[in-house]
Structure formats: structure tokens, C-alpha cells
């Protein structure tokens, strides 16, 4: 056999051989299928990877803004913005008037009415009935429209404050609430405050003083209450008022306005006490 016939030969046994029968085939098919198959799977395999890994890097985004650590629950606290506001240009008001200073007197300080001014301020004793000796004493303010206008009750047109150890009540004695004429000082008769002194041959024009109060309870002074009450009065001649008095036991101060005056309860709000 020559050489080139003995190549071919061996080629021909080389070469890959048709399948013999259909089984074969059929083999090669399913094989071809399985192979396509994975690659199929595969590429979903890589899809669903790549969609897990979008899904979970937008999680992780998501999570980092609601951060409740990041929120502040502390009240009345602000975040700083990312850009400044403008802020408005105000005019400071100049139409405000100069402030009086407010007036002290012992414990408390307060602010007189506009138009009104001490008229009189003086200490004021007791005497220990039982002994007869000097007893606790106090001060005692007079204040009131300047120059002391109108009807007077204890040489007094407007407000009678008093302070200290001693507060007056009842014919000089010490201050009660709550009884009968206790804004009646003093010991003798008080002519009626709205004529002048009676003449000799009227001797009768004086006031009734020695009445239960019509009202009572607790009224504020300041940021304090005060134990309130409220008295009737009558001159003989028909004129009538309603003296009031405002006690603070504590702090030692007494407020009486017998004629009932419009400012007394501003006066009475601007109370400040020590301590």
C-alpha cells in the first residue's frame, strides 16, 4: 500500500462517525438543550443578582436617611437650613415714653398711677393695752392725685398703704380681716368725708363705721392674694361708699382705698414683693 493510501486511511478512522440510529441523535439533542439550559439559567442567575444588588444598595440608601439617630426629639430645637433667610429690617420703636421708676416701700415696690404722687408717708405706732407701753410699730403711705384732690379720709384723697409690725384696724387696734369697721382707724367720731367740717349746732353729720363687710374673700396683689373685704358706709346726709382693704399677713403690708378709685387695680397688679 503506498504511503498516501495509507494516510487517508488513517484519517478516515480519525473523522467522526454519523450516528447510527436516531437514539444517537436524540442524545446529542438533549445534550445541546441541557447546555443551553444552564446557559439560560445562568444569565437569569446573573439578572437576579444584578436586581438584588440594586435593590439592596437602595435599602442601604434608604435606611441611612431614616436614621432615627440623625432626627432631633428635643422640643423647641431647629435644624439650621441649608441656605441663609433674609432677615427683615426693623425700625426700633421710638414712640415709647420714659419709664417711672417704681416706688419702694418696705417689703414691696410698686408704680404709682400716672398723675399720682406721695402725698404722705409716716411712721405709725401701737400701744400695748394691757401695759400701756409702746407697742410694735409700722410705716404708713399716703398716696393720691397730685395735690390731694376730692373727698380725704385720714387726711388721704387717694390710696393708705401701711407696712410693718404694726397694721392698723379697728380704732388703732391691730388689723383683723374679715370684721366689722375694721378700715375705721380712729377713735373718735368721723365726720362724713364729703362736706366740710359740720358746723357746731350739726353735730350729727357723721359716719356709720362699725358695719360687717359685704363682701370678702381672696383677691390678688401682685403674684400674691391678699385677704379681701369690703365694707358699707353712710354719711347721715345720703351720701354712701364702699371702703375696701386688701391684707398680705406674710408680708406685713395692708392696702386700703376707701373711695373706690379706677386706678387701684392697676396699682394693685404692679406689686412686686422681696424674696
Not at 395692708?254 to 397688679?269: C, K, Q, S
Request: charged share 20%.
Amino acid at each position: 500500500m503506498r504511503t498516501d493510501d495509507m494516510v487517508r486511511e488513517a484519517l478516515a478512522d480519525l473523522a467522526p462517525t454519523a450516528p447510527a440510529d436516531n437514539t444517537a441523535l436524540t442524545g446529542m439533542h438533549r445534550a445541546i438543550g441541557r447546555r443551553r439550559r444552564r446557559q439560560q439559567v445562568a444569565r437569569i442567575a446573573a439578572a437576579v443578582a444584578f436586581v438584588a444588588l440594586a435593590v439592596g444598595t437602595t435599602a442601604v440608601v434608604l435606611d441611612a436617611e431614616s436614621d432615627p439617630s440623625q432626627v432631633s426629639t428635643d422640643p423647641d430645637e431647629t435644624t439650621t437650613p441649608t441656605t441663609t433667610p433674609t432677615t427683615p429690617t426693623t425700625t426700633p420703636d421710638t414712640t415709647e415714653g420714659n419709664q417711672v421708676e417704681p416706688t419702694r416701700f418696705g417689703p414691696v415696690t410698686f408704680q404709682l398711677p400716672e398723675g399720682w404722687e406721695i402725698i404722705d408717708r409716716y411712721d405709725q405706732g401701737s400701744t400695748d393695752l394691757s401695759t400701756g407701753e409702746p407697742g410694735p410699730t409700722g410705716e404708713t403711705m399716703c398716696i393720691a392725685p397730685a395735690g390731694n384732690p376730692g373727698p380725704q379720709w385720714d387726711g388721704c384723697a387717694g390710696l393708705l398703704i401701711h407696712q410693718g409690725d404694726f397694721l392698723p384696724g379697728n380704732e388703732m387696734l391691730p388689723y383683723e380681716p374679715h370684721t366689722a369697721g375694721a378700715w375705721s382707724h380712729s377713735t373718735d367720731a368721723n365726720p362724713c368725708p364729703f362736706t366740710a367740717t359740720p358746723p357746731q349746732d350739726t353735730p350729727g353729720n357723721y359716719v356709720v363705721t362699725g358695719l360687717e363687710p359685704i363682701d370678702q374673700g381672696l383677691r390678688p396683689v401682685g403674684d400674691h392674694m391678699a385677704d379681701y373685704d369690703r365694707w358699707p358706709a353712710e354719711c347721715p346726709s345720703g351720701e354712701t361708699f364702699e371702703p375696701q382693704a386688701w391684707f398680705l399677713p406674710q408680708s406685713k403690708v395692708l392696702i386700703f382705698d376707701v373711695f373706690g378709685h379706677d386706678e387701684t387695680e392697676a396699682f394693685l397688679a404692679s406689686f412686686e414683693f422681696d424674696g
